[in-house]
């Protein structure tokens, strides 16, 4: 059974760095085909891919924001964590992560509940 | 990056069918995947690889790709479809790309 689990920050202020972590189980980033996506959905918004990080550590940003994104795993513990800096009110979002497929495309076929992040100062 | 359209909103009665479009430049030549999320929910993968169904997910909901469009269809439509829908590509500039997502009503 494969579940994922987002924690971090509910409210950062204007400028500060944002931590999340994606804790999951019931597969392996070790194993090949797997990866783990970030994507984020403003309140009312439609969804926006941020990040992936596949089994062999490649790492793909969205062009618009890669200038403040890192994503990162630890295979030992099952987690990935994306940092994202200098967050604006703009950014206030649900984060989800997902186990990603690749099977020649990427899709995102197990989601986490979402974690909802709100930038205010 | 590559840009899909999506309608805001599609209306259906019960029992009828339901057509959700993705538009994008040559779409057909490329993979799109579909995602059901209910009000306070996360997204479920519905369809992927243009039309296959992950378990779970009835054989009223079907996909298709083509040309400039690639099609979501919801046959015999029941209250428990209702939800908002996102197509969904991985770019050739390395990077996932969501559809404007479109709300389905049932009537």
């Known amino acids: 059974q494969v579940t994922l689990r987002e924690s971090g920050p509910a409210l950062v202020k204007p400028t500060q760095t944002l931590t999340l972590t994606c804790t999951f189980s019931g597969f392996s980033l070790s194993t090949t085909g797997m990866c783990v996506s970030w994507i984020r959905q403003p309140p009312g918004k439609a969804l926006e891919w941020l990040a992936l990080?596949?089994?062999?550590?490649?790492?793909y940003y969205s062009t618009s924001l890669k200038t403040r994104l890192t994503i990162s795993k630890d295979t030992s513990k099952n987690q990935v964590v994306l940092t994202m800096t200098n967050m604006d009110p703009v950014d206030t979002a649900t984060y989800y992560c997902t186990r990603t497929d690749y099977g020649g495309q990427y899709y995102f076929d197990f989601w986490g509940q979402g974690t909802l992040v709100t930038v205010s100062s | 990056s590559y840009v899909m359209t999506q309608p805001p909103s599609v209306s259906v009665a019960p029992g009828k069918t339901a057509r959700i479009t993705c538009g994008g430049n040559?779409?057909?030549?490329?993979?799109v995947h579909w995602y059901q999320q209910k009000p306070g929910q996360a997204p479920v993968l519905v369809i992927y690889y243009d039309s296959d169904r992950p378990s779970g997910i009835p054989e009223r909901i079907s996909g298709s790709n083509s040309g400039n469009t690639a099609t979501l269809t919801i046959s015999r439509v029941e209250a428990g479809d209702e939800a908002d829908y996102y197509c969904?590509?991985?770019?050739?500039?390395?990077?996932?790309?969501f559809g404007g997502g479109t709300k389905l009503t049932v009537l």
């Open positions: 969904q590509v991985w770019d050739s500039s390395s990077e996932g790309v």
């Open positions: 990080i596949d089994w062999d550590d490649d790492k």
């Open positions: 040559n779409i057909g030549s490329k993979t």
